[in-house]
């Protein structure tokens, strides 16, 4: 199994970000995907989740109106479109799906 998570970087407050998860080693469309986030000095918090589907979309409060959570199971891949982004955005960026996690993308906004 492996989730492979790209599309970080620094980025202006206001900005986008588009963070993609590539997955496989299993059968993607049967699970929930989540995102989740750590910043420095932090625990890992819950971003965003969608069901195997693509419906069941849930986001944190912090985040509601200003990402999206997508999939496409024909690519075994889940998305996280970031608009804007503010700078406690900033963190490491994880991609879940059942017991397994990328090793993460870094997402920085700052001017």
């Known amino acids: 199994v492996q989730l492979v998570e790209s599309g970080g970087g620094l980025v202006q407050p206001g900005g986008s970000l588009r963070l993609s998860c590539a997955a496989s080693g299993f059968t993607f469309s049967r699970y929930t995907m989540r995102w989740y986030r750590q910043a420095p000095g932090k625990e890992r918090e819950f971003v965003a989740t969608i069901g195997g589907s693509g419906g069941g979309k849930y986001y944190a409060d912090s985040v509601k109106g200003r990402f999206t959570i997508s999939r496409d199971n024909g690519k075994n891949m889940v998305y996280l479109e970031m608009n804007s982004l503010k700078p406690e955005d900033t963190a490491v960026y994880y991609c879940?799906?059942?017991?397994?996690w990328g090793q993460g993308t870094q997402v920085t906004v700052s001017s």
């Open positions: 879940n799906g059942d017991a397994y």
